[in-house]
């Protein structure tokens, strides 16, 4: 067990809805990172917030948002969803004090499923 | 830009065997590599790392040493199991850090052990 924690494990939705992807980092980290695996793109990085700031941006599609909150739990919106969207999101967490080290822990992943 | 290059997949071995799965990289500077499992339904998980040439990171039998020199961190195992069927990623992280660290995948090499 990675400590973070995914909610929901699976999510079927149909094109066109709007989807919300929820993560709670491992106790005391302040980063958190979100990736997308599929398959036909592997896995790609989208977005990571460090203590309640948009740090990095990748590959991340503008009808995609993320945030993440004062308690340092993350939420990535997925709208106007599309077939292709369909694929494993996962997030991941890093940075606790004392010990900094560049460690990312993963949650279990949603798998969304996109009709 | 920065990009992982593994082994195509599927391998396929028997129990006892010996593993290499191949893994080089393109990157600027010195980044930080890393070797991520992920076991069937499950999220990924570190399974070594290395830091700076010439270090060797090693986990449960698995080695992998840093070659700045051919830009390489190819994964070894001396004697594979069948728990060690999996997903294995090669993954690196341009500039570690602190606060900033993303990782790039390589496209992953599923290895399936027979008894």
């Known amino acids: 067990d990675s400590g973070v924690t995914q909610t929901p494990k699976h999510l079927i939705t149909a094109t066109g809805q709007r989807v919300t992807l929820r993560c709670s980092p491992r106790?005391?980290?302040?980063?958190v990172y979100w990736y997308q695996q599929s398959l036909d793109q592997g896995l790609q990085f989208l977005i990571q917030?460090?203590?309640?700031?948009?740090?990095a941006k990748g590959n991340i599609l503008e009808r995609f948002s993320a945030q993440q909150f004062p308690d340092l739990h993350s939420e990535l919106n997925l709208s106007s969803l599309e077939l292709g969207d369909s694929a494993l999101y996962f997030c991941?967490?890093?940075?606790?004090?004392?010990?900094?080290?560049?460690?990312?822990?993963f949650g279990p992943g949603t798998r969304l499923t996109v009709l | 830009g920065d990009s992982v290059t593994q082994m195509e997949g599927p391998v396929t071995l028997s129990e006892e065997a010996f593993l290499t799965i191949n893994c080089t990289y393109t990157?600027?500077?010195?980044?930080?590599l890393f070797w991520y499992v992920q076991y069937p339904g499950e999220g990924l998980q570190l399974l070594l790392k290395?830091?700076?040439?010439?270090d060797k990171g090693s986990n449960k039998g698995f080695e992998a040493t840093y070659r700045k020199e051919t830009t390489s961190f190819h994964l070894e195992k001396g004697s594979v199991q069948v728990s060690d069927s999996a997903v294995y990623f090669c993954?690196?992280?341009?500039?570690?850090?602190?606060?900033?660290?993303?990782?790039?995948f390589g496209t992953g090499t599923r290895l399936t052990i027979i008894p």
């Open positions: 991941a967490s890093s940075g606790s004090f004392p010990t900094v080290t560049n460690e990312q822990f």
């Open positions: 106790s005391g980290d302040l980063s």
């Open positions: 917030y460090y203590n309640g700031e948009e740090r």
């Open positions: 990157a600027t500077g010195y980044p930080s």
């Open positions: 290395a830091t700076k040439a010439d």
């Open positions: 993954a690196l992280i341009k500039e570690p850090n602190f606060g900033n660290e993303k990782l790039t």
